[in-house]
């Protein structure tokens, strides 16, 4: 202790100037180990150390504070590898390499310098660096930050800092602080891809220049600088006293940074100068699974769900778990196992798989006990979303409306005697052999597929590994410059549909299809703004995927992915070759039906397509995609009320279009319902060549159908009678005159997946056809 109080009289005395012994410069065969009295090189300050320090049962290497106790460490070597014993030693080998030699005689690397070191520095400024022999720098400890910076240190594009698991355990912890490129620090955690919905914290600086850094000055000013030497931002202040008072920032492991000092003049304890604004509450993923936080007096503090328990007491993060076993549900028996316990105030994210939307709280409830798959329900004011466990970044926030009703099973401990093993067994044999038999059956269709040798195979490039941007991109606002240069100036136009010209892009290595949009849509940024965001929250996999956008002037441009394979409307109508063969495009109708049933059912706002059509299903590697979506709502702001003009395309088009009626989804249903004739027979709606009977196809169709003719409708192509009459009775359904009588498209889905019955179609009535003789004559 004496040591200690003359040490720092010492750092008082003559603040940063050189102590008596300095050991800075470290030369080759140096060594240090964690026992003797080289337990560390100081710095010529005597403030900073490099060496062993005390962790768990043993010691790590790292960086730290020397003389200021508690110890403080700043940096840790390999922090993830476990603590070595005493027997471990630090070498600076007689070749240049400086190593960590366990007691069993094993090496690890310390730096990740790849020349020969000549020397080594423990700097005053808290770096540790290796020289190479004509003295410039090999490697330095400040381009390899762990959770906390020193002054002087940057925090370049692209880095980030990882908190600690704990004050004392300085392994990764769960939160992060990165400086991205594009200019934006952003605090997330780990283990997330870098977009908006898990971000916690902003320094709402994005789009401010590629290689923006995290500066710290000695004086506690954080600010984020861009190449040519302009302040984007100060996070904090800076001018804060520095004559003996030393500063560090560091992301903790609650998940919020904090900007310490510490007076050496008055060996005290650190404060806290400056924190980031959050709550205690804030760091996404504190609580874990199915955990949420509450936040008392400024303090965190994380609790389960009704009918769970922490999967590790004392270890949030680790989140909780079902204390009940769960029971098979079968639909119908609503109630019997199951009741519904509410957590209100508290705030979700929303990930759910399908929504009853104006209900109140105990619809809710019992919408959640009717549906097997739901696991949980977010109630908040009309809308209940229905979502599977776990539950994510939940907390409460008094002032929040958002209620989660969750699934509890009436008390039914874990059952604990011996016949659930061999149940289990049993289950597990039966289970087995099904897999098994399941195996074969597959293997012998997939022979026969294979032995089909058809050119455009929809199975098989379905098997293809799905490669694509991270999932939750939101889109990238473009300048208008920029995407001149993506389509080398619109060079190579690859499509025009209704609202503009699609120009072909590259994006990196990556092709976009970038839309232009028609002048006529220039007005009203704001309501294109509005649009792009609904559109851009979209994310399903039959949904052609928007990347970013543009909007200055009267431009307004949408870029997509691309699809390498054109249209649904090439591959049916082209030619022979291309066409696949019934399965495949009794699959495609099914994807593109997911995809309309996610646009109509799942979406945050219902969006209405308004143009289904086969030109507007794009293929893609592996799957069909619906591609302009969302787009009939800039024509029109209202979509619930009557359209003042017809949109759509002609054929595809609904009857209560021609009469100013109210347009829902089930007008997608009926232009669905003509595309899967389409599909089906694999020819246009419309032929003018053909016999005039055969022309309009529903009509040719419905005359098949209704005189039990159904063979006549798929040329020489073989096909199980039952599964075409049953595709064609879907798609008469979804025809039908009538909207109310028109199916939705949850249920279109389970027809054509065969696991919803399908009755007899409505017989026409005769204005059906008076109304397409119309569209044919118009
Ligand atoms: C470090 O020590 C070596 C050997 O004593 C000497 O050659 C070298 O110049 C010293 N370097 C510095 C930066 O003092
Ligand atoms: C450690 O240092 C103290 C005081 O400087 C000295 O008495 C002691 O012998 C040293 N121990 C070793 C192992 O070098
Ligand atoms: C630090 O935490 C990690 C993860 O919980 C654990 O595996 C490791 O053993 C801990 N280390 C020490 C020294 O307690
Ligand atoms: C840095 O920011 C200034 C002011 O916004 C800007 O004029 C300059 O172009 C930026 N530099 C870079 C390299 O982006
Ligand atoms: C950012 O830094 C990288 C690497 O140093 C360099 O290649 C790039 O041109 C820089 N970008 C800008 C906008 O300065
Ligand atoms: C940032 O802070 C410095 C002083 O620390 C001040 O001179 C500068 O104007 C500030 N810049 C911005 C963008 O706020
Ligand atoms: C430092 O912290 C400890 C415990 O938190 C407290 O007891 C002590 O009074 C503090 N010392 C100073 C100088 O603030
Ligand atoms: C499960 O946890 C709840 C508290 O959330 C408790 O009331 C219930 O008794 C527990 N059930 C079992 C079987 O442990």
């Not at 008082?12 to 140096?30: D, F, G, M, Y």
Request: glycine letters at 8%.
């Amino acid at each position: 202790m004496a040591s200690i109080t003359c040490f720092l009289f010492l750092l008082a005395s003559a603040s940063l100037a050189k102590a008596q012994e300095t050991r800075s410069n470290i030369t080759k065969s140096s060594s240090l180990s964690p026992t003797s009295n080289s337990s560390s090189w100081l710095s010529p300050s005597g403030l900073y150390a490099f060496g062993f320090y005390p962790q768990g049962q043993g010691y790590a290497v790292g960086i730290f504070l020397a003389g200021i106790l508690p110890r403080t460490v700043i940096w840790t070597v390999n922090r993830d590898n476990p603590p070595v014993s005493a027997g471990a030693t630090v070498l600076f080998t007689n070749d240049g390499r400086l190593i960590l030699r366990s007691s069993q005689g094993q090496e690890t690397s310390i730096t990740s310098a790849t020349g020969s070191a000549y020397s080594a520095s423990m700097l005053d400024s808290g770096n540790f660096v290796l020289y190479d022999p004509k003295g410039s720098v090999l490697w330095e400890s400040f381009d390899y930050p762990t959770d906390t910076l020193l002054p002087t240190q940057r925090l370049l594009a692209g880095q980030q800092i990882i908190s600690s698991i704990s004050g004392t355990n300085h392994s990764t912890g769960i939160f992060r602080l990165k400086m991205q490129n594009g200019g934006n620090l952003v605090q997330y955690p780990v283990n997330t891809p870098d977009t908006a919905p898990y971000s916690y914290y902003t320094s709402w600086t994005g789009g401010t220049g590629d290689n923006v850094s995290l500066n710290f000055d000695v004086d506690g000013h954080l600010f984020l600088l861009n190449t040519t030497g302009y302040v984007i931002k100060n996070i904090t202040s800076g001018g804060l006293p520095t004559n003996s008072i030393i500063y560090i920032f560091r992301i903790d492991s609650d998940g919020l940074m904090r900007l310490y000092s510490y007076d050496l003049n008055q060996k005290g304890n650190w404060s806290v100068v400056w924190r980031s604004r959050s709550d205690e509450c804030d760091p996404k993923g504190l609580c874990g699974l199915n955990g949420f936080c509450v936040n008392n007096d400024q303090q965190a503090n994380c609790q389960c769900l009704p009918g769970f328990d922490f999967v590790e007491p004392g270890n949030w993060a680790a989140g909780c778990e079902r204390n009940f076993t769960a029971e098979t549900c079968k639909t119908g028996d609503a109630g019997a196992s199951y009741i519904i316990q509410a957590v209100d105030s508290t705030l979700w994210e929303d990930d759910s798989y399908s929504v009853v939307s104006s209900t109140d709280k105990d619809g809710c409830k019992q919408a959640c006990l009717e549906d097997c798959n739901c696991e949980a329900a977010l109630y908040n004011g009309g809308n209940c979303n229905k979502q599977r466990l776990p539950l994510r970044y939940g907390r409460r926030l008094v002032t929040d409306p958002t209620s989660a009703l969750i699934k509890v099973g009436i008390a039914k401990p874990f059952n604990t005697n011996q016949n659930k093993k061999e149940i289990t067994r049993m289950d597990i044999l039966f289970l087995s052999l099904s897999l098994l038999a399941f195996g074969f059956v597959m293997m012998a269709i997939s022979l026969v597929l294979i032995c089909k040798n058809n050119v455009w195979s929809y199975q098989r490039i379905r098997k293809k590994i799905e490669v694509g941007l991270a999932k939750d991109q939101a889109p990238r606002l473009f300048t208008y410059a920029e995407l001149e240069l993506v389509t080398d100036s619109f060079k190579e136009q690859i499509g025009r549909g209704a609202f503009g010209t699609v120009y072909k892009g590259l994006i990196g290595e990556k092709m976009v299809a970038v839309k232009r949009l028609d002048k006529r849509l220039a007005e009203g940024e704001r309501e294109f703004q509005t649009e792009v965001e609904v559109i851009g929250r979209t994310h399903h996999r039959n949904l052609v995927r928007l990347l970013g956008y543009c909007m200055e002037g009267t431009n307004r441009l949408l870029v997509y992915e691309y699809m390498s394979n054109g249209s649904l409307a090439n591959v049916l109508f082209d030619s022979l070759e291309s066409r696949p063969f019934w399965e495949e495009r009794m699959e495609i109708a099914r994807d593109i039906a997911r995809g309309v049933q996610y646009l109509h059912e799942e979406c945050e706002t219902q969006i209405i397509h308004c143009d289904i059509k086969p030109q507007n299903i794009l293929m893609g590697e592996n799957r069909a995609k619906i591609s302009d979506f969302g787009l009939a709502k800039l024509l029109n702001a209202d979509q619930t009320r009557t359209f003042t003009g017809i949109r759509g395309t002609r054929g595809y088009v609904a009857p209560e279009w021609h009469r100013n009626q109210p347009v829902t989804v089930k007008a997608d249903v009926y232009s669905f319902g003509i595309m899967l004739l389409e599909i089906i027979c694999c020819r246009k709606s419309l032929e003018l060549e053909f016999p005039e009977r055969e022309a309009i196809l529903e009509e040719w169709v419905c005359e098949c159908f209704w005189n039990g003719e159904i063979e006549k409708l798929n040329g020489d192509e073989m096909v199980d009678e039952d599964e075409l009459k049953a595709a064609i009775k879907v798609a008469l359904w979804c025809i039908s005159e009538d909207p109310l009588l028109r199916p939705t498209m949850k249920r279109v889905l389970l027809m054509l997946e065969g696991s919803a019955q399908i009755p007899m179609p409505p017989i026409p009535s005769s204005s059906i056809f008076t109304d397409k003789s119309f569209v044919v004559i118009a």
